[in-house]
């Protein structure tokens, strides 16, 4: 029951030329999980402990799921993702308990990366009401926390926690030996979108005349997820069009029927 509300990927195929443009954050991420993963001795030999664990912090789609997939594909680890929300639960003890079959299934995959979306689902600043939802709620957060305070923080288990709700999180979790590394993900600059197309036409059948530095213009404001349904769309019209090249105009119209709203924008779970 419990891999219904995990997602266990044993083999996650997410390169970090997969993620456009947030080379900083890849970085400090890599700095951050890869490296206590894959060299814990770099640390032992200054005599530092690692960061507990990392929050990325940013707007839906910008690749805070990519970049914490990278890491466990890079360091050939068990990526685990639970959203904040499943963690959510009506029955007295049923959060914490989820919580501790997620520290469970990390300790018999290691080594692992533990990913959890929406912590704020679980991590924002309580309110005054105090309903006994908000206990449950508290509850599942306390035992997180003292899964945390029990792991080896040069071991072979990291967490990585994911938020588009920085402003409401609980200070709580942010203590040292907690997510005690924050990295913002914003959405990408112009360089940034343009490389965002790149990525995500790699595989496609592109014409000449396409000018992905002109697109990146036409998108701002787009996140990463935005720029991969203009392309998608884009191949659309092509296919519409009995076409099996991709043109700068087919790139167009998808930007135009997005901006429209005509189109879903669908974050997937990649
Ligand atoms: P959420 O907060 O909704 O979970 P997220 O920040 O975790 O969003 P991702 O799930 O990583 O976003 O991104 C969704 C999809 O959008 C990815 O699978 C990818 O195809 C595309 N995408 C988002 N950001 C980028 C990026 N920086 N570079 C390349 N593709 C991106």
Request: proline share 4%.
């Amino acid at each position: 029951a419990r891999a219904q509300t995990m997602e266990i990927t044993e083999k996650p195929d997410v390169n970090y030329d997969d993620i456009g443009g947030i080379d900083d954050q890849v970085r400090e991420v890599r700095e951050a999980v890869e490296q206590p993963l894959a060299q814990p001795e770099l640390f032992e030999n200054v005599g530092i402990e690692p960061p507990a664990g990392v929050l990325l912090y940013g707007p839906p789609g910008t690749g805070k799921t990519m970049l914490a997939k990278a890491v466990a594909t890079q360091t050939d680890a068990t990526f685990i993702k639970m959203a904040g929300s499943e963690l959510v639960r009506k029955f007295i003890g049923e959060g914490s308990r989820l919580v501790r079959d997620l520290f469970e299934m990390a300790r018999e995959r290691e080594p692992a990366v533990i990913f959890i979306d929406e912590i704020d689902a679980i991590a924002a600043t309580r309110t005054e009401s105090k309903t006994s939802g908000d206990a449950e709620v508290q509850r599942t957060m306390m035992q997180l926390l003292s899964e945390m305070d029990g792991f080896d923080e040069r071991g072979d288990i990291r967490i990585i926690a994911a938020t588009n709700r920085f402003d409401m999180l609980d200070d709580a979790i942010l203590r040292p030996g907690r997510f005690d590394r924050l990295i913002e993900v914003p959405e990408p600059d112009g360089e940034g979108r343009q490389q965002i197309f790149e990525i995500h036409t790699r595989t496609m059948n592109v014409d000449d005349d396409v000018d992905f530095e002109v697109l990146a213009e036409q998108t701002v404001g787009f996140t990463g997820a935005e720029i991969e349904s203009v392309t998608t769309e884009a191949g659309m019209f092509a296919i519409r069009d009995d076409r099996t090249t991709v043109g700068q105009s087919d790139f167009e119209a998808a930007l135009e029927k997005i901006e429209a709203g005509d189109a879903e924008v669908v974050t997937s779970a990649n």
